[in-house]
Antibody
Framework: QVHLLQSGAEVRKPGASVKVSCKASGYVFANYPIHWMRQAPGERLEWMGWINAGTGSTKYSRRFQGRITFTRDAPANIAYLDLSSLRSDDTAIYFC???????????WGQGTLVTVSS | DILLTQTPLSSPVTLGQPASFSCTSSQGLLHSDGNTYLSWFQQRPGQPPRLLVYKIFNRFSGVPDRFSGSGAGTNFTLKISRVEAEDVGVYYCMQATELMYTFGQGTKLEIK
């Protein structure tokens, strides 16, 4: 069965960077893009962008342009989100999700809490 | 960016009774390919979002048939025909017609 397992919670100081991983299993990783979203406390879900797990091409939300980088390790079936220049308002749960054409975001990781605090 | 507005923000419902959630888009969601990419997700406490309905009315695998989606253009609805205890959580609509995907602010389903 399809499963996305994300890395554990992180605590960072303002200005630092964080890298979150999303390990896929149960399907052919290269055939489905991975999207990233986040959910800040009390806020709605926010879409951050996606990576083509096969080619590595990316598309980023304008809100994060210049601060985020998506990469993947195709042989290991892992997608990564790198977020830099962290601010306190980046404190959120970060989710990865598989994109399946026609269904959209059909399976989600369990989420990774990133806390930015001095 | 397309703004999705959900109403109500909270919905107290008696077990066995129906529930209805509304999602209104700031612009039409009909894609040039003829599809309307409006989905509904359920998020139970402490869980990630779970896909319930895609392209307005299509139930995802394993979703009970008490859930149904409808709508067109800018107005969309998710209905639960008979609420069960396991339905407690927050329900989000999401549009993927425009590449900058956006979500509604969510409707919280509570049991009276």
């Amino acid at each position: 069965q399809v499963h996305l397992l994300q890395s554990g919670a992180e605590v960072r100081k303002p200005g630092a960077s964080v890298k979150v991983s999303c390990k896929a299993s149960g399907y052919v990783f290269a055939n489905y893009p991975i999207h990233w979203m986040r959910q800040a406390p009390g806020e709605r879900l926010e879409w951050m962008g996606w990576i083509n797990a096969g080619t590595g091409s990316t598309k980023y939300s304008r809100r994060f342009q210049g601060r985020i980088t998506f990469t993947r390790d195709a042989p290991a079936n892992i997608a990564y989100l790198d977020l830099s220049s962290l601010r306190s308002d980046d404190t959120a749960i970060y989710f990865c999700a598989r994109f399946r054409f026609g269904y959209n975001l059909d399976y989600w990781g369990q989420g990774t809490l990133v806390t930015v605090s001095s | 960016d397309i703004l999705l507005t959900q109403t109500p923000l909270s919905s107290p419902v008696t077990l066995g009774q129906p529930a209805s959630f509304s999602c209104t888009s700031s612009q039409g969601l009909l894609h040039s390919d003829g599809n309307t990419y409006l989905s509904w997700f359920q998020q139970r406490p402490g869980q990630p979002p779970r896909l319930l309905v895609y392209k307005i009315f299509n139930r995802f695998s394993g979703v009970p048939d008490r859930f149904s989606g409808s709508g067109a253009g800018t107005n969309f609805t998710l209905k639960i025909s008979r609420v069960e205890a396991e339905d407690v959580g927050v329900y989000y609509c999401m549009q993927a017609t425009e590449l900058m995907y956006t979500f509604g602010q969510g409707t919280k389903l509570e049991i009276k």
